[in-house]
């Protein structure tokens, strides 16, 4: 069962225009969610967090939007860059029980110059 | 500081071997999860050690056992390898659970079941 789950496997953007990367997850009990990015031969890196008392975070150009009632989270990079490419993993936990993390399938970004 | 570590880079293995993975905290953190991540997947908790002691498992057979140390290094051992634990093996490390903190990953471990 996929607590949480990437749609989208690959997305691409030009560079200097906007990435929206989208993360759904059905667990309510889920509080507290990251966006990693991850190139090839590297462990993931953590990009943003956000936890379930907010509904925005932002970060310089990363910026994350949580939609409880709909269990959605969403990563916007403005602008793009191609330095941007990499392969992106939204994860969620449920604090009380843990620092067990649920990650997605992952979204590859092309940011193409 | 010194960020997460794991060894060896690279691991081919036969069916039915046993196999132990090292991973070396990041400075100051005293939890360490291990995940598997295998082709085109996301990373799948296995489980996670604090001060030594387990600390939350995911559903993963008890051949997948770990430890951690007094010095928070962590190994992850697969008794009887089958053909399915081929995978990138990711050890991450963090401050204590209960709280919102991230997990700081290592390169991982690439094993190959022959």
């Known amino acids: 069962d996929q607590q949480v789950k990437q749609n989208s496997p690959s997305l691409s953007v030009q560079e200097g225009r906007i990435s929206i990367l989208n993360c759904d997850y059905t667990n309510s009990m889920f509080d507290y969610f990251l966006w990693y990015k991850k190139y090839p031969a590297e462990g993931p890196t953590f990009l943003i967090s956000?936890?379930?008392?907010?509904d925005k975070n932002e970060d310089g150009r990363f910026t994350v939007f949580l939609n409880k009632s709909a269990k959605h989270l969403s990563l916007h990079i403005v602008p793009s860059q191609p330095g941007d490419s990499a392969v992106y993993f939204c994860?969620?936990?449920?604090?009380?029980?843990?620092?067990?993390?649920?990650f997605g399938t992952g979204t590859s970004l092309t940011v193409i110059p | 500081e010194t960020g997460v570590t794991q060894s060896p880079t690279h691991l081919i293995k036969t069916r039915g071997q046993q196999v132990t993975l090292r991973c070396s905290s990041q400075s100051g953190h005293n939890t360490v999860s291990w995940y598997q991540q295998a082709l085109g997947q996301g990373p799948q908790f296995i489980f996670q050690y604090y001060r030594e002691e387990e600390n939350g498992r995911g559903n993963f057979p008890p051949r997948f056992s770990g430890l951690q140390f007094p010095n928070y290094s962590s190994e992850l051992n697969v008794n009887a390898l089958e053909l399915d634990d081929s995978a990138l093996y990711l050890c991450a490390s963090s401050l204590p659970a209960g709280l919102y903190n991230e997990q700081f990953f290592g390169p991982g471990t690439r094993l190959t079941v022959l």
């Open positions: 956000i936890s379930s008392i907010k």
């Open positions: 994860a969620a936990s449920e604090t009380n029980t843990g620092n067990q993390f649920y």
